[in-house]
């Protein structure tokens, strides 16, 4: 086979791994919409918890009503198919990676996903209850809470964002360090500098309260500490094996 065909061939192969993907997400979507209302409802109730006796969450435009539980679905179908996304994305670069690559990256994959949803629920079930609370508590009196369906979905899209990328730093340690990107030693000098950065992120993207800024910032030190032990770990394996072969 020329270069030419080969690389025809590979691209037909990358449109029917990305069909399979869109299709993946759609049948998903097809299947939640019916319970749209009731997603909306249940990412909703850490903030209707929050609000004062009588308090509820206002729609401000004519479409919106509709089109925000759609995205709730499409968000829902995103993560829900991210395996089978995560698969397909697998079967096409595994044939082009040495038998070590495949070996390492099936676990990071597998890994990533779990602490993808990890850093979700995270920020869900812990985060998004002192987050609101401060909120509600801090509005003025005769000032009635009453925030924009859309708005809401909005914001709490960027902190579902931010929690799982954070959760995502072993992964980014220990790739880092398979690459031959930094050494372990360089990562554990800069430990000082990962602390203050992880809160100054926090402090940009969390509200304003210390209590949410410290619940990203310490996740991500403590996750980075994580994948420095990892990556060490990881190397001391390979220097084992290859003392073994030579």
Not at 64 to 82: C, G, N, Q, R, Y
Not at 147 to 155: E, H, N, P, Q, S
Not at 188 to 215: E, H, L, N
């Amino acid at each position: 086979m020329s270069s030419k065909e080969e690389f025809f061939s590979h691209l037909l192969e990358l449109r029917q791994r990305l069909l399979k993907i869109v299709a993946g997400i759609f049948f998903i979507m097809l299947a939640l919409f019916p319970f749209a209302n009731d997603i909306y409802q249940f990412l909703a109730t850490p903030l209707l918890q929050a609000l004062p006796a009588g308090g509820q969450m206002i729609a401000t435009e004519v479409t919106t009503p509709f089109f925000v539980p759609l995205k709730v679905v499409m968000l829902a179908a995103f993560i829900i198919s991210s395996p089978y996304t995560l698969y397909q994305i697998w079967a096409f670069i595994a044939p082009g990676l040495y038998s070590n690559e495949r070996h390492l990256i099936a676990p990071l994959v597998i890994t990533s996903v779990f602490l993808f949803i990890c850093g979700m629920a995270f920020a869900f079930f812990l985060v998004f209850p002192v987050v609101f609370g401060f909120i509600t508590s801090t509005a003025p009196e005769g000032v009635a809470v009453m925030t924009d369906i859309g708005k809401y979905l909005d914001f709490i899209i960027v902190l579902f964002i931010a929690f799982s990328l954070a959760f995502e730093t072993p992964i980014a340690v220990v790739l880092m360090v398979a690459a031959g990107m930094v050494s372990v030693t360089a990562l554990k000098q800069a430990r000082s500098y990962v602390i203050v950065g992880a809160f100054v992120i926090g402090a940009i993207i969390t509200p304003p309260d210390i209590i949410s800024q410290f619940m990203l910032a310490i996740p991500m030190w403590v996750l980075y500490e994580i994948g420095i032990l990892v990556a060490h770990a990881l190397q001391q394996k390979k220097h084992h094996q290859y003392e073994h072969t030579s």
